[in-house]
């Protein structure tokens, strides 16, 4: 079982090395480019949508052993690689009307009420490629739980051991969610948790998450119209994440590259 899930992660590693390539290579080949004032406005932005000013979100990137130059080359790379998606499959997205209703009535019902959650967060994220390093953090979020159930502060923990800059900075807060709209793990994890008890560890896009739930409100009847940009964003993420896919299945081809096992 061991080395089925190392073969795993190197798979993973591997993909993730040719996606970067390939991608690095489209945007060389179509002449995309970003100015390093597009880098700073992207960076203030972020930090404006965590809700912290630019000094407080370098200040959390220091605290989490995240060099700026790392963090500006992230930034930068996740603007080559928008404008290269905008220019290659941007245009075969078409999300329609029947779409956009056909995904309320599968979320909301037709005008249902529902349970707002109110979620803490404490995110670790998991070293890529070095299991041994992937062990610690595990034990560090079972430490981590523990310490809640005896009465620790999850909001101090989270503040000072989370990951995730935008929620530490709140405490853990991450807001009011509806069950429907969380990925499975979390809303199985959520609906039978006590009030302010912790979950187990979730392992969630490459980190470990604790949950709590400090508070539950009933949702108001929620309109097509309140919710429809939120379900266009939903539709056009999964369709580009299937055209991303369909585009560097094809761009492997181009390359010719052969997997040698």
Do not use: C
């Not at 630019?54 to 500006?72: C, N, V």
């Not at 949702?219 to 991303?244: A, C, K, M, N, W």
């Amino acid at each position: 079982q061991r080395e089925a899930a190392l073969a795993d992660l190197r798979a993973a590693i591997v993909e993730g090395l040719i996606g970067r390539i390939l991608m690095d290579q489209a945007t060389t080949r179509l002449g995309i480019v970003v100015e390093d004032h597009e880098v700073q406005q992207q960076i203030a932005e972020y930090a404006r949508m965590n809700n912290l000013s630019l000094e407080q979100l370098l200040g959390e990137l220091a605290r989490q052993g995240i060099a700026q130059d790392e963090f500006r080359r992230d930034m930068r790379d996740q603007i080559l690689q928008y404008r290269l998606f905008q220019m290659e499959i941007g245009t075969k997205i078409d999300i329609t009307e029947d779409m956009l209703r056909q995904r309320y009535r599968e979320t909301y019902g037709e005008g249902s009420e529902d349970l707002e959650y109110h979620l803490r967060v404490l995110v670790l994220r998991l070293p890529e490629g070095d299991e041994a390093g992937a062990v610690a953090v595990r034990a560090r979020a079972d430490e981590l739980r523990a310490e809640i159930a005896a009465g620790a502060s999850f909001e101090e923990l989270a503040t000072e051991h989370s990951e995730d800059p935008g929620s530490a900075a709140r405490g853990g807060s991450f807001g009011k969610v509806r069950p429907r709209s969380m990925i499975p793990e979390f809303r199985a994890a959520v609906e039978d948790l006590p009030l302010k008890e912790v979950s187990a560890p979730i392992e969630f896009q490459g980190a470990i998450w604790l949950l709590q739930v400090y508070r539950i409100t009933d949702g108001s009847t929620t309109s097509f119209e309140t919710v429809r940009d939120q379900l266009f964003d939903q539709l056009y993420r999964e369709h580009e994440e299937r055209e991303i896919s369909m585009w560097l299945e094809r761009e492997k081809i181009r390359a010719h590259i052969e997997y040698l096992h």
